[in-house]
């Protein structure tokens, strides 16, 4: 059982307009970008409300859907006639970025990762509730096979973060601020303070206890998440917003599930930066 993606340029894609896919990486740049890249389920919409808090210095905002700033969705002259600064996110590999974002040297990228068994079991949750986009009415005994072979839109977690990783090792003037869905989880109130360091605003204490209560998951769920429509149709439970743990992939993964995830990462991430953290022998 497979499930439908937009093939373009020898890619996968989710299913968007072609127009919207097409000249991504001819996407001007500007020197005050900010942008946020992230394989689909690493917690992005999460780390999208807690950008858009700190660079409006304030929560007394409602935070524009995470999907208006996105590089892929939303067609390229579109997001080239947003006002600066610009807060753009997107879950293109490494070699599809906007070329002009390594020219600008003044971009600055945040890059989240989450461990990808994790991400596996979101994942699957995703694309079977998002049925009217992606037509996949496979069990989750099968997906992970789907995962772990990179045949699902943005393809194979191990590609997109071995590209990211060499990526950023290769652009040492790149500015980049990297972080993980286990990290924020653990230490909300020091990621937030990190991220306004990487982002050069002023925050004081009462300003992160806001951010930290208004991005917690029950919030998010209760306000994102019963606003959520896709295709017109609103979903019986939010898609975006399912548990928000680290560690739900225990409740999914069978022993030999997890046997067949081990041989693919041990192969896949070998020596990468994401080996040492989400390495299943610790
Ligand atoms: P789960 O499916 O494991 O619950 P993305 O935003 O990149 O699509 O990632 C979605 C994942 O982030 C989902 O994981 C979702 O529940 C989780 N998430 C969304 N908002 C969150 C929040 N405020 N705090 C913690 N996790 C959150």
Redesign the pocket.
């Known amino acids: 059982n497979t499930l439908r993606v937009k093939k373009y340029g020898g890619r996968f894609w989710p299913d968007f307009p072609s127009e919207s896919i097409i000249g991504v990486e001819s996407l001007l740049a500007r020197e005050d970008d900010v942008i946020l890249v992230?394989?689909?389920?690493?917690?992005?919409?999460?780390?999208?409300?807690i950008i858009c808090f700190l660079m409006a210095g304030t929560t007394e905002i409602v935070v524009a859907d995470?999907e208006v700033g996105m590089i892929g969705l939303v067609r390229p002259e579109l997001l080239e006639a947003q006002p600066s600064p610009r807060i753009l996110n997107t879950?293109a590999h490494f070699e599809l970025m906007p070329r002009d974002v390594f020219n600008k040297k003044t971009c600055k990228l945040i890059y989240?990762t989450?461990d990808p068994r994790?991400?596996a079991?979101?994942?699957y949750?995703?694309h079977k509730k998002l049925v009217q986009y992606y037509s996949y009415t496979g069990h989750w005994k099968d997906y992970l096979t789907l995962y772990l072979n990179g045949q699902v839109d943005y393809e194979s977690w191990f590609a997109y973060t071995r590209g990211w990783e060499q990526g950023i090792r290769d652009n040492p003037d790149l500015l980049v601020h990297v972080t993980s869905?286990e990290a924020?989880?653990y230490d909300i109130t020091g990621e937030i303070y990190r991220l306004a360091k990487f982002l050069g605003v002023e925050v004081d204490a009462p300003l992160v206890e806001q951010i930290v209560s208004e991005?917690?998951?029950?919030?998010?769920?209760q306000t994102?998440g019963a606003r959520e429509i896709f295709g017109g149709v609103r979903p019986s439970s939010?898609v975006?917003?399912?548990?928000?743990?680290v560690g739900?992939w225990k409740n999914w993964f069978t022993v030999a599930q997890s046997e067949q995830f081990n041989a693919v990462f041990d192969q896949e991430m070998a020596g990468t930066k994401a080996f040492e953290l989400y390495s299943h022998s610790k």
């Open positions: 992230s394989y689909p389920k690493s917690g992005s919409h999460w780390v999208w409300e995470k879950h989240v989450r994790d991400v079991v979101s994942y949750n995703n869905y924020l989880h991005t917690s998951f029950a919030t998010m769920r994102k939010p975006m917003y399912r548990k928000g743990k739900d």
